[in-house]
């Protein structure tokens, strides 16, 4: 098997890292938060929208390896506070209403930019 690098022009622009690298029929989606990806600038709103976000950049990620939502094996969630538990929640389920994959999700010190949320995640396809 090889590691093949995963790229989305639908997604922002990874820093010194790859958005996803697909090896064997695994895909891993490194940590995403809520830029833009047209300005590549953080977009520091609600919980509610950096996960709405989030989870489309990760979708588009995934559609690039030949993945899909349906197929997300495992996501971690970092939260810059655990009182986002909540509204972070209420949009996740919108992605994953049927069946959702094993998950951790925790309050961190420090996300990139300041934000509220970053998600990384473990695909089949």
């Not at 029929?25 to 989030?54: C, M, W, Y």
């Not at 495992?74 to 949009?91: A, G, I, P, Q, R």
Request: with cysteine; net charge negative; hydrophobic share 35%.
């Amino acid at each position: 098997m090889q590691k093949e690098i995963v790229y989305s022009d639908r997604a922002p622009e990874p820093g010194p890292y790859s958005q996803a690298i697909k090896y064997g029929n695994l895909v891993f989606v490194s940590g995403q938060t809520s830029d833009d990806p047209v300005t590549h600038e953080p977009v520091k709103d609600s919980v509610a929208s950096q996960t709405q976000r989030i989870l489309t950049h990760i979708q588009y990620i995934l559609e690039a390896a030949g993945s899909g939502l349906e197929k997300v094996l495992k996501v971690n969630v970092y939260l810059s506070e655990w009182e986002h538990k909540k509204e972070m929640n209420t949009v996740y389920q919108k992605f994953f209403p049927h069946d959702p994959p094993a998950r951790i999700a925790m309050a961190v010190k420090g996300l990139d930019a300041g934000l509220d949320v970053e998600i990384d995640c473990i695909a089949g396809c």
